[in-house]
């Protein structure tokens, strides 16, 4: 079972799933924001998933070179960006190819017929063309010469053929605009500004849009437009955001929460990148940032600035977190705040840049040389990428060590509506500033409810001190090297962390508070198991959720609700890496689990069959 959905008939439709699809260089990326920004300027919730190729540029018309955007619009709270296509364009045979799998029969399919030539059907692999040989007779199909008509378009303006072409992906969404009743204004608008100054190009691509809406309006395979209403959502300012813009906002929230000025030093990587350069863009919020030569260097600098008193972050991915390892060790051994950011990403190795997984959560609890204890938190959707970003930093600043925030590329790169945050409404964050006198202050002296040391600016009058690697003395902070020592720092240490869990939410569940079956999740698969659990509970069934966002430490009441159901399932995107945690954490109950590591999200019907079959023993 998928989101509740109405067939593509005519008239008006609770939600609908859309995916573009062609060529990396033909602009599905920008068609589908734009798209979905218009959607949401229309009043709709929306959710997207963009799913581009890893290689730079894959050969033209290629399989490999596919590049799609994915969005649900819906009348209602969307969770998801969709199981199943409602309407498919095609920019050319592999792009048909590769996703006709997920479009029902009876479902609608645009082609841009013009791309059909021998050239592309063989690059796609296909023998004979498949607009001529009855596979899409179970369709909706609509043929369109776009390349011919965009041309046709703009023909007077002025421009090559290749120039021209460029244009055609603003003709197919023009098409789309028409189908789901949305105007052409907001892109309009953004034509003028990403072209500003090039007059040829702002005409050129609001021909092709224009073009393509009249022609959607006069072909007879289109008898009328769908119209979606505007979801009910509460009152406020809202604004489309990505995972790794609302990261990046967040922590700039926790800057001003915090009094601390922001530090961020990275070195490039995917799908992390777009955290620097948004930071990179607010200088004059007073963000500091630096483009480090590589990844150790990044977070070196950062546990610099964090040793000077700023809120110090690192991004990165899995490989990038696996060379930071080190480092890490030295921010837990000298107790300084920093946060560092794994948008996980398919492995191992280079693996799969640009496809999203869970593969970093061993990783991140255990990942380090020595009994090195860190907190970890995950968020579960673009927008709450910004509540736990600044989550993160206050986590790491009120208790003095590294945080570990794991994203992934599913909700770094989709999409969704967020409600503008007021700062006077958030949390104050209280960093662990020093409040000793001069006369009683240590470097290592810990607060008794937390067992943080406070944070104390260095070549501060009379309270200069070192830190450094080798083991430190309880309290002086002096270098020691005694066995009773170490084993009572690396003791304070866990003990630490172990503390954390008072200062964190209790866990809430979704669905049943009790019952049969209780799904376990953590991270960016929320959506889906949300959306699974919640279609099974509304049916009657006793089954509930409980999404990990404090992975270490877990909320004190885990356990309490662990006791309260009979049966239990965890769903990653990974081998079972939240099973292995459970087993060592809570050994005395029994979890199945359901794991998929294809660099894809759960669909909501795959998790939904594997419930029902718990459900009924089966």
């Not at 607009?131 to 378009?153: C, Q, Y």
């Not at 380090?368 to 959707?381: D, L, N, Q, T, Y």
């Not at 104390?456 to 002086?476: A, I, Y």
Request: with cysteine.
């Amino acid at each position: 079972m998928t989101e509740k959905k109405l067939k593509l008939t005519g008239g008006t439709v609770d939600s609908v799933v859309i995916r573009f699809v062609g060529d990396s260089g033909d602009g599905m990326q920008l068609t589908g924001t734009q798209f979905s920004d218009t959607s949401a300027m229309m009043g709709n919730d929306i959710a997207t998933f963009p799913n581009y190729p890893s290689e730079i540029r894959a050969p033209q018309g290629s399989i490999y070179g596919v590049s799609g955007f994915q969005v649900q619009i819906g009348h209602a709270t969307v969770h998801t960006p969709g199981d199943e296509v409602d309407v498919l364009v095609a920019m050319n045979p592999a792009a048909l190819k590769t996703n006709l799998s997920s479009v029902p029969v009876g479902k609608t399919i645009i082609v841009d017929t013009d791309s059909f030539n021998k050239k592309n059907l063989q690059k796609a692999e296909y023998d004979e063309n498949p607009l001529l040989t009855g596979e899409l007779n179970n369709f909706v199909v609509i043929e369109a010469p776009i390349t011919t008509l965009t041309r046709e378009s703009i023909a007077d303006i002025g421009l090559d053929n290749k120039a021209m072409t460029r244009s055609k992906n603003m003709f197919a969404l023009g098409m789309v605009f028409w189908m789901f009743s949305r105007p052409l204004k907001y892109t309009e608008t953004f034509i003028d500004k990403k072209f500003a100054g090039k007059t040829q190009l702002i005409e050129a691509n609001k021909r092709a849009l224009r073009a393509g809406f009249n022609f959607a309006e006069t072909i007879e395979l289109i008898s009328s437009a769908y119209t979606i209403l505007p979801a009910k959502m509460d009152p406020g300012i809202y604004r489309i955001i990505s995972g790794n813009t609302a990261t990046a906002w967040g922590f700039l929230a926790a800057s001003e929460k915090s009094g601390r000025p922001i530090f961020l030093g990275s070195y490039p990587i995917t799908p992390a990148t777009e955290i620097l350069q948004e930071l990179t863009a607010k200088k004059y919020f007073g963000a500091k940032t630096f483009q480090a030569e590589d990844e150790i260097a990044g977070i070196s600098t950062a546990i610099g600035a964090s040793f000077s008193g700023h809120l110090a972050i690192t991004t990165t991915s899995g490989p990038g977190l696996a060379l930071k390892g080190e480092a890490i060790g030295l921010a837990v051994m000298t107790e300084l705040p920093i946060v560092i950011v794994d948008v996980q990403r398919a492995g191992p190795s280079t693996g799969l840049p640009t496809k999203p997984e869970q593969s970093d959560l061993l990783q991140a609890m255990y990942g380090r040389h020595g009994e090195s204890p860190v907190i970890v938190v995950a968020a579960k959707s673009p927008a709450d990428c910004f509540n736990m970003a600044f989550e993160a930093s206050r986590l790491a600043m009120e208790h003095m060590t590294p945080v570990i925030l794991l994203t992934d590329g599913y909700i770094a790169n989709g999409s969704e509506p967020w409600k503008i945050k007021k700062t006077e409404d958030l949390p104050i964050i209280y960093p662990n500033d020093l409040k000793s006198s001069r006369e009683e202050w240590m470097p290592y002296k810990r607060d008794p409810e937390t067992l943080a040391r406070e944070w104390v600016l260095p070549g501060t009058p009379g309270f200069e001190h070192r830190v450094g690697g080798l083991e430190k003395k309880d309290g002086t902070g002096d270098v020691n090297q005694s066995p009773e020592n170490h084993q009572l720092m690396v003791k304070l240490r866990a003990e630490k962390i172990c503390r954390v869990k008072n200062n964190i939410p209790l866990m809430q569940v979704d669905g049943a508070q009790e019952g049969d079956l209780l799904v376990i999740g953590w991270g960016g698969t929320y959506g889906s198991l949300f959306t699974a659990v919640n279609h099974l509970f509304e049916s009657g069934q006793k089954i509930g959720l409980m999404h990990f966002s404090y992975l270490n430490p877990m909320p004190k009441n885990t356990e309490e609700i662990l006791k309260k159901f009979k049966k239990f399932i965890i769903c990653e995107l990974n081998m079972g890496q939240l099973h292995t945690v459970m087993n060592s954490k809570f050994p005395e109950y029994d979890y199945f689990k359901f794991n998929k590591v294809q660099g894809l999200p759960f669909t909501v019907l795959e998790l939904t069959q594997k419930f029902e079959q718990i459900l009924n023993n089966q």
